[in-house]
Each structure stands twice: as C-alpha cells, then as structure tokens.
C-alpha cells in the first residue's frame, strides 16, 4: 500500500516562505509523477504543481508561477515545494499525490494515492 507523508506546513506572514516535503513509501517512487494539490474551505482541491519521473518537466498553475518550485530527489523518495512570496491566498491545506503515469499531469483523475494533507495559512 502506497503511502504519502507531508510535512513542512504551517504559518506564515504574506511573502515568507515555507518548503513542503513528500515522502513516498512506494518502492517504484521513480518510475512516476508527483504532484502537490491545494484545497481551500469550500473550495475544489486544485493542482499547484506536478513534476515528471525524472524531475526535468514540471507544471505549475498560473498564480504560483514563479514563485512556487517543485522538485524531486528519487533517492530519498521525496518530493518537495518550496513556497517562496506567500500570498494569503495561497492558505489551503497542501496534499502530496502520486501520478497513475510517468508524465508530469495536471487533471485530478491522472493522480491516484493521496496524503493526509499538511495545513498552510498565510497571514496578512
């Protein structure tokens, strides 16, 4: 069973920074994509970012654009956001999922295991 562990959430004021961390228990963690979801209260769980097997394509939603990078390091099977510029619209609880493919998606129904979510909430 595929199991996601987030860390790193927590609270910040606007333009801090905070850094995300995934760690897969999948021993296959390599061979697929990752992504990093955001849902707010009352809102729909949206993807901020997603990153290919290798970690040399990624996609980002448009408001996180540079100010949000995602990466990987296979040999810890750990995948990272780091949030730098924080808005206070960027408060949501963060989920970590694990792509059904190799490629770096951005549809809901392209990723299927899920983490427990790690809160992050931005002050103004």
């Known amino acids: 069973q595929v199991q996601l562990v987030e860390s790193g959430g927590g609270l910040v004021q606007a333009g801090g920074s905070l850094r995300l961390s995934c760690v897969d228990s999948?021993?296959?963690?390599?061979?697929?994509?990752m992504g990093w979801f955001r849902q707010a209260p009352g809102k729909e769980r949206d993807l901020v970012a997603s990153?290919?097997?290798?970690?040399?394509?990624?996609y980002y939603r448009d408001s996180v654009k540079g100010r949000f990078t995602i990466s990987r390091d296979n040999a810890k099977n750990t995948v990272y956001l780091q949030m730098n510029s924080l808005k206070p619209e960027d408060t949501a609880v963060y989920y970590c999922?694990?792509?059904?493919?190799?490629?770096?998606?951005?549809?809901?129904?392209?990723?299927?295991?899920w983490g427990q979510g790690t809160q992050v909430t931005v002050s103004s």
């Open positions: 999922t694990r792509g059904r493919n190799d490629y770096a998606a951005y549809e809901l129904a392209d990723f299927g295991s």
């Open positions: 990153i290919n097997w290798s970690g040399r394509n990624t």
């Open positions: 999948a021993r296959t963690f390599r061979n697929y994509a």
